[in-house]
């Protein structure tokens, strides 16, 4: 009797997301045009009358959102692209930095999407918040390096940055995810 009672307590299911299991979404194509162009201008133009909206970096919280809900390596990589250098074209600084950085962060979100469930919201904030750290350190590293422009680093400022980015994504993603469509 207490045989049959300790393996009766000791059984645990065990569950696993199998790759079958694991959700993709797709995006109108108005949806996936319009919606980064609107942020391309919001972010262009809000922060001259607003300056301490550069703080955060909406193309770059939508190259995630997109990229992990797709889960694509091809298409996130091409999302962070376009975004990015879309983004290049509405500032002074040369183009391709933005692109470059945005194509990583596109293919990695992308390629973790496939790993892991990123639905919930403390998921989300903890992929923004690396994410966000992968992109600033990759455009730095560019922009330093390869464009000789005298940047400097620091990590203050940017783990400020990465945390606002990331309590604002939870609610944008929230937001957003009114416009998926299964496949």
Same mark, same amino acid.
């Given at each position: 009797?207490?045989?049959?009672?300790?393996?009766?307590?000791?059984?645990?299911?065990?569950?696993?997301?199998?790759?079958?299991?694991?959700?993709?979404?797709?995006?109108?194509?108005?949806?996936? /045009?319009?919606?980064?162009?609107? *942020?391309?201008?919001?972010?262009?133009?809000? @922060?001259?009358?607003?300056?301490?909206?550069?703080?955060?970096?909406?193309?770059?919280?939508?190259?995630?959102?997109?990229?992990?809900?797709?889960?694509?390596? /091809? &298409?996130?990589?091409?999302? !962070? *692209? #376009?975004? =990015? +250098?879309?983004?290049?074209?509405? &500032?002074?600084?040369?183009? !391709?930095?933005? !692109?470059?950085?945005?194509?990583?962060? =596109?293919?990695?979100? %992308?390629?973790?999407?496939?790993?892991?469930?990123?639905?919930?919201? =403390?998921?989300? #904030? +903890?992929?923004? +918040?690396? #994410?966000?750290?992968?992109?600033?350190?990759?455009? #730095? %590293?560019?922009?330093?390096?390869?464009?000789?422009? @005298?940047?400097?680093? %620091?990590?203050?400022?940017?783990?400020?940055? *990465?945390?606002?980015?990331?309590? +604002?994504?939870?609610?944008?993603?929230?937001?957003?995810?009114?416009?998926?469509?299964? &496949?």
């Amino acid at each position: 009797m207490k045989n049959r009672q300790r393996i009766g307590l000791n059984n645990v299911s065990v569950s696993y997301t199998s790759q079958e299991q694991v959700e993709v979404y797709r995006f109108s194509a108005p949806v996936a /045009v319009l919606i980064p162009l609107v *942020a391309l201008a919001f972010q262009a133009f809000v @922060p001259r009358w607003l300056p301490f909206f550069n703080i955060f970096d909406l193309p770059l919280l939508l190259v995630i959102f997109f990229s992990v809900a797709r889960r694509s390596q /091809v &298409t996130g990589m091409l999302t !962070g *692209a #376009f975004i =990015g +250098l879309v983004q290049d074209s509405l &500032t002074i600084h040369p183009i !391709g930095l933005n !692109g470059i950085a945005k194509t990583v962060v =596109g293919y990695a979100a %992308s390629s973790l999407g496939v790993k892991i469930d990123v639905e919930n919201a =403390g998921s989300r #904030f +903890l992929v923004v +918040l690396f #994410f966000y750290l992968v992109h600033e350190a990759v455009y #730095f %590293s560019v922009a330093r390096w390869l464009v000789a422009l @005298p940047l400097q680093w %620091s990590w203050r400022h940017e783990l400020g940055s *990465a945390l606002a980015n990331a309590l +604002l994504a939870v609610a944008l993603f929230a937001l957003l995810d009114r416009f998926k469509q299964r &496949t």
